[in-house]
């Protein structure tokens, strides 16, 4: 039986959204972003729209979601529901001018900028002399990470959700050696895995499993293909579940036997890499400096080339969300994380002709450092060797 789960706070999530849109000077915002109207109201949909004001909040869904969302939105008193019928644009329309509103701020990064203009001309149609007068008239703003920047820190239901959701995943993981067996295809390991992924009680897989085998594991996104898992090989297992509504992600690579000495050096040195990572995350830590920790190890070993991706990538209702740990991008602010981030460390290295070797662990940051949510051991390849270097550390 499901423990019982920690209800989301939505009426603090409003309040702080509230707060955001005053400091912007916005009379009302538009949410398009699908998984922004999750973490603002509990329906998920795939269509549908909110409008924010100082005073109410309305969910717009079409029929297919009117149970969910009448189920989701029960005994709320600070949310109302549309369900629409026709177009929710034309919705919007009738709707906006209603409330009066000047400044109405739009999701930018979810907005085509063909609906943007649509609905800009349909507003400035409907608002009275809109030449004569610069008076009210319906202006759209675009806003960038209104919601996203609620989302950074979770709350302690999303911990609970995620924490959770981390458990059951490690479980998954513990059984990688059952399916990754030579003899097998990746396509039938990656079955398997996302078999179990739904037996341990996953809505769904958070994107496709990736199990790149032997030369594969070269390709950091590969797609499971008919190639055979063969003794020597080493295998990348990359994969993920839904629970709740939210996502946790890891990888571990596996070796099929006694690998070649080249690729046992490259397990080490990302093993290392992922250690020292883990070891930078505390709160106040800038993202690139954690990145830095785990790039500067695989730099040492000669494989700075071979690491060609971010060191982790945030998690929560989207599987890549905010905050990125990666290296600094010139045009961009950094902002150190914070105790309640949830991110993944994931360092790799891809030499083509050889493989690959990615580990991937989901972490919360707490206010002493952090805390693993995923709890699966890292196994070394062919068992611990004598003469191979481990780690510094461990
Ligand atoms: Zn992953
Ligand atoms: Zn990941």
Known sequence: ??????????????ARLRGAMGRAALDALVLTHLPNLRYMTGVSASDGLAVVTAEAATLAVDFRYRTAAEHALAGRQDIALEVIDASFDE????????????????????M???????????????????LERPGPVAALVPTERMVEALRLVKDSAEVAALREAARRLSGVARALPEFARAGR?????????DAALRAAGFERPAFETIVASGPNGALPHARPGRRMLQAGDGVVLDFGGVY?????????TLFLGEPEPALRRLFAAVAEAQARALEAVRPGALPSAIDGAARRVLEAHGLGEAFG????????????????????????DEA???????????????????????????????????????????????????????????
């Open 1 to 14: 039986m499901d423990a019982p789960r920690t209800p989301f706070p939505y009426g603090a999530r409003l």
């Open 91 to 110: 919705w919007l329309e009738r709707h906006l001018p209603g409330h009066g509103v000047a400044r109405i701020g739009i999701e930018a990064a979810s």
């Open 112 to 130: 085509t900028v063909s609906r943007f203009n649509r609905l800009s001309t349909a507003l400035g149609a409907s608002a009275p002399f809109p």
């Open 185 to 193: 295809t990746e396509q039938a390991v990656a079955a398997d895995i």
């Open 244 to 252: 709740d509504g939210y996502c946790v992600d890891l990888t571990r």
């Open 309 to 332: 991706h971010a060191t982790g990538h945030g998690l929560g209702l989207e599987v890549h969300e905010e905050p990125r740990i990666g290296r600094r991008l010139p045009d961009r």
């Open 336 to 394: 150190p994380v914070e105790a309640g981030m949830v991110f993944t460390i994931e360092p790799g290295a891809y030499v083509p002709g050889l493989g690959g070797v990615r580990i991937e662990d989901d972490v919360l940051v707490t206010d002493e450092g952090y805390e693993m949510l995923t709890g699966v051991p890292v196994e070394r390849p062919g068992g611990r060797q004598p003469g191979e270097g481990s780690p510094r550390g461990e």
